[in-house]
């Protein structure tokens, strides 16, 4: 329950909000309760003058308690109305709160923290999870805040007209309103828990399916994955059969409880009618009265209920927002230094949970405006070092430094802001060409976008288009071909006129055709700026470009390319073998 107390405190900044919905909610059930308590009470006194003769009726006042009955029956409704009002506007500002809050805690961790989640997971985190949490208030605590307040005032004002009716009262309000919901919390805890964990890998193997989909049906295996969502749904739907079955269970015995506290007013009014201390039309109003007043409590065998998962999702995302950082951000950044140039210095790099190294005792030195080719197999650390570079990932021997600076000392933002990345995946996001282009610098004005389309040689395209920049591009760039997401790109690039660019074998996968006019476009780009490009590929390397080449994270090769390949080290083996496949 600690993760629900650390929600109940999100709720600090909107208070007034709380406290307005509580206090109304518990003025509602107080309406309720007078007008039907009264109500009883007015019915039974007319009866009790209308046989008493001429005189009686003249001399009862009518006026004051029907004024009262229509008083709170106009309040009720008011107060009804207001509580919903105030309700919902507390939950939404909370749920904007939860979603911002979970934004925040979970961009430090990517992509090097999240490396091992599944992303379906991670959408029913931020997604269902959040969206239950978000009920929390208007289905659990506020209810259960409403009854404790509602419940005293009503007992209290029962036991002003007899101690013993309100105690009786406050007995049918424990047993309702705390017993009945405890059993319906202990009976819901497991199928409660098991309904959140089902219905998160359920979305988990869907959004996996739906993304796998082209190789499960190449494969021939996507009737195994959907005899596996439907498994995973027939135990959902049993678990939420299990929780209906127990939600009506609460439902009825709330009933029980009310109906038999009720019955057991009649023979107390009777006894206390009896005994001179109560008239006869407080009998009613004691009967009526009871029955009004579990109002209070009968929401709270569902709230308990849903308790179990609640906590569960709190859990959940909490357990997400509470992991360290991979990289410990400084309080401030020093002032931008004069130059640029990058050095590493025995640089080693370890990922959480790995046996080995990613990256063990590098030296490199880059010097600004330098451009760099850093060569490799695939697992050889090249996106290691970008990783390092980008402070996705901390290094935990040796110094990096940029202009001198310690890559530790700078924050994370501050530090990529001089880093532009084109790499091979491009991230297109549903929207527009416009939308997809400003990521890269929102302030950029219409002939900014346009130069940036002419650099990447894609202006034509998009004018060609009937939007133009509002041109809708599809979910994951789908109306765009491979090579028009690459050079989306690479405008984004050119909009970020940044002094480094790391390039991620941006032309991998492209035809000839297609490559050789993103390369013509990226030479433009390529100017001026200290360029890493990293690549397991020898084609367009010319003798003087240099060339660092990784091998199991370490650095096994360093220097130009044509005396590299005359050697015998590495490079010149890779070179070797690159010459005769070309011969096949």
Not at 310 to 338: C, H, I, K, T
Request: with cysteine; charged share 20%; proline share 5%.
């Amino acid at each position: 329950m600690r993760d629900l107390i650390r929600l109940l405190r999100l709720y600090a900044p909107y208070r007034v909000w709380v406290l307005a919905g509580i206090g109304l909610g518990v003025l509602t059930v107080l309406a309720n309760f007078a007008l039907l308590a009264l109500s009883g009470w007015f019915l039974a006194a007319t009866g009790v003058v209308g046989v008493a003769g001429y005189a009686a009726q003249n001399a009862f006042n009518f006026f004051t308690p029907a004024a009262g009955v229509r008083f709170f029956a106009t309040l009720r409704v008011l107060a009804r109305y207001a509580g919903r009002l105030v309700d919902h506007e507390a939950t939404f500002r909370l749920l904007a709160r939860l979603r911002m809050v979970a934004y925040a805690g979970l961009e430090p961790l990517a992509p090097v923290g999240l490396a091992g989640e599944r992303g379906g997971d991670l959408l029913s985190r931020l997604v269902a999870d959040i969206d239950r949490l978000g009920d929390f208030f208007l289905r659990v605590a506020s209810p259960f805040m409403i009854a404790a307040a509602a419940a005293l005032v009503m007992a209290l004002g029962f036991a002003i007209v007899s101690p013993e009716a309100g105690l009786l009262l406050l007995l049918g309000l424990v047993v309702a309103g705390v017993a009945v919901p405890l059993a319906s919390l202990g009976l819901g805890r497991r199928p409660a828990g098991a309904a959140v964990a089902l219905q998160a890998t359920m979305r988990a193997d869907l959004v996996d399916s739906v993304q796998g989909m082209a190789e499960l049906l190449t494969c021939n295996a996507s009737g195994a994955m959907a005899e596996r969502v439907d498994a995973a749904s027939a135990a959902l739907l049993a678990a939420q059969r299990r929780l209906a079955a127990i939600a009506g269970f609460g439902a009825a015995a709330g009933l029980l409880v009310a109906g038999l506290t009720m019955l057991a007013m009649l023979p107390l009014g009777g006894a206390l009618a009896d005994a001179h201390r109560i008239a006869g039309p407080v009998i009613a109003l004691l009967a009526l009265g009871a029955m009004a007043a579990f109002e209070a409590v009968a929401p709270l065998p569902a709230a308990f209920q849903l308790l179990g998962g609640m906590a569960d999702s709190a859990r959940r995302v909490f357990d997400l927002l509470d992991r360290p950082p991979p990289v410990a951000e400084p309080a401030s950044s020093p002032p931008r230094p004069a130059r640029l140039d990058l050095r590493l210095d025995g640089v080693s790099l370890r990922y959480p949970g790995a046996a080995h190294p990613a990256l063990a005792g590098i030296d490199l030195a880059i010097a600004e405006g330098e451009h760099v080719t850093i060569l490799g197999r695939s697992g050889a650390g090249k996106t290691s070092l970008f990783n390092l570079l980008l402070r996705f990932a901390p290094h935990e021997a040796g110094t990096a430094t940029i202009g001198g600076v310690d890559l530790a000392a700078i924050r994370g933002d501050d530090l990529r802001s001089l880093f532009t990345v084109v790499s091979q995946t491009t991230a297109i996001f549903a929207g527009t060409l416009r939308d997809n282009l400003l990521l890269a610098r929102p302030d950029a004005d219409d002939a900014a976008l346009w130069h940036a389309l002419e650099t990447a040689r894609l202006a034509d395209f998009v004018r060609a288009r009937p939007g133009g920049l509002d041109s809708l591009v599809g979910e994951a760039g789908a109306k765009l071909s491979g090579g028009e997401a690459r050079r989306l790109s690479l405008a984004r690039a050119a909009l970020r006129a940044t002094p480094f660019l790391l390039l991620d074998e941006p032309t991998e996968g492209l035809d000839p055709l297609t490559e050789a006019e993103f390369r013509r476009a990226l030479a433009g780009l390529a100017a001026r700026r200290t360029v890493i490009a990293i690549t397991h590929r020898l084609d367009h390397l010319a003798d003087d470009d240099r060339v660092v080449m990784l091998a199991e994270g370490r650095i096994v090769a360093d220097g130009r390319f044509g005396a590299l390949r005359q050697g015998a080290g590495p490079v010149a083996r890779l070179s070797r073998l690159r010459e005769m496949s070309l011969r096949f």
